[in-house]
């Protein structure tokens, strides 16, 4: 249980702790293990880099305000129209899911025979829902729901053929180079075409 709860206060990021657990649980070496964290984590260094001029925070408080960077809490935030309501939402989300996940990662490693297999229930769709409820609202433009179809085609052709977390991290790729594509096209257009 120790262990179990450690993990969720030092590694908050579900997928990274996931892949860690599963990469162990099927009888993997602990450094595949952490590999496969890593990689999975490695999106929220994309988060980071979008909201560090958005929040504005310096010292301490980017570190401390690092520590709950994850999906929901960037979503919260890039959603909001000034740097206030960013830091509202990001630190309301981001706390209120750190403190709920723990409790919930306590609660499960004590109960968690008693409370069977998740799947039993239809919780293993929660994760995909989530997900989805996120994105929804970003998909206000054709550009964006092009986005949104391509990178989801992509994540789902690579799962056959790839480790756990690289099929996240390809759809990431795919937002980006789309991103980087359409920025420098805009950026060559003259100003009153943009």
Known sequence: MAQTCALSLLMFTGASQFALVGVLAAGGAPLSGALAALLLGTRNTLYGLRLARLLSYAGWRRAAASHVLIDES???????????????????????????????????????????????????????????????????????????????????????????GVPVLAAAGVALLIGLLTHFRVADLPVEDR
């Open 74 to 164: 960037t979503a919260m935030a890039v959603n909001r129209t000034s740097t206030a309501a960013a830091r509202t939402g990001f630190l309301t989300t981001g706390v209120t899911i750190f403190v709920l996940w723990n409790v919930a990662t306590a609660v499960g490693a004590v109960a968690g025979t008693a409370i069977g297999d998740p799947r039993d229930y239809g919780l293993d769709a929660a994760v995909g829902a989530a997900f989805l409820a996120l994105l929804w609202p970003r998909l206000h433009s054709a550009l964006h729901r092009w986005v949104a179809v391509a990178a989801a085609a992509v994540a789902l052709g690579a799962v056959p053929f790839t480790a756990a």
